[in-house]
């Protein structure tokens, strides 16, 4: 990722969105807690990225966005406010609300199921930018092991009436084909055209190709 990020500063290399999965792992951010991994389970991955503790597995889409800002504008909080958009609208195609939160990063789904004011994060958000190109992204859980989130504070939120779903958990079965389906359509939606590249037999990556023109950023 590193590597592509600087051909494409330098303008040897198109824009570029990776959709995978990774095998079960943490990543830690920039503003990342040691306190806050409990149960070292699993490999702890210190990235670049911004934010705190996550987890990564097996049934969660995690999208790493690839994109030129000084072609688009270099507006990061915009950016953000994007990706959130992205997948707020990929959810709202399964029924399920996402919605922001100021003081939280992420897309969240009210659960007064499980009691008054409680909520859910759905999908974390983490980016880097260098030379004005993205790196990193979000990651959606489609149908993860969430026990697994249980070694660390995700995110360093520690308050009870907050936690982590998926969609699975909502009640809503979906295959990961299904998914990516929506995330392309919307991800045209808002950044412009894609074409398919594939990489391997493991990665399923679209190369974002509209001009700067195309590409709807809506502010927050």
């Known amino acids: 990722m590193d590597a592509r990020v600087a051909e494409i500063a330098t303008g040897h290399a198109s824009e570029l969105a990776w959709l995978l999965e990774h095998p079960p792992l943490y990543t830690s951010g920039t503003s990342a807690n040691a306190a806050d991994v409990i149960d070292p389970r699993f490999p702890v991955h210190a990235t670049g990225r911004g934010g705190q503790l996550t987890y990564h597995g097996p049934g969660q889409r995690v999208a ?122 919307e991800f045209e939606a808002l950044f412009g055209p894609t074409t398919d590249q594939i990489v391997g037999s493991t990665e399923n990556v679209s190369a974002a190709a509209a001009a700067p023109r195309s590409a709807s950023l809506p502010s927050r």
């Not at 000084?70 to 990061?76: I, Q």
């Not at 897309?107 to 008054?116: E, I, L, N, T």
């Open 64 to 185: 790493y966005v690839m994109l030129d800002l000084k072609r688009r504008g270099p507006d990061v909080r915009r950016f953000v406010a994007t990706l959130e958009e992205w997948i707020i609208r990929t959810l709202a195609a399964f029924n399920v609300s996402g919605e922001r939160r100021e003081d939280r990063i992420g897309v969240w789904v009210r659960r007064p199921d499980k009691g008054k004011d409680c909520e859910d994060k759905i999908a974390a958000i983490g980016i880097r930018v260098k030379q004005w190109v993205t790196l990193h992204g979000m990651a959606l859980n489609v149908e993860p092991d969430l026990s697994h989130f249980s070694g660390i504070v995700p995110c360093g939120v520690h308050e009870q009436r907050f936690g982590v779903t998926s969609l699975a958990d909502l009640g809503i079965p979906v295959t990961m084909s299904e998914v990516d389906m929506i995330l392309r359509r």
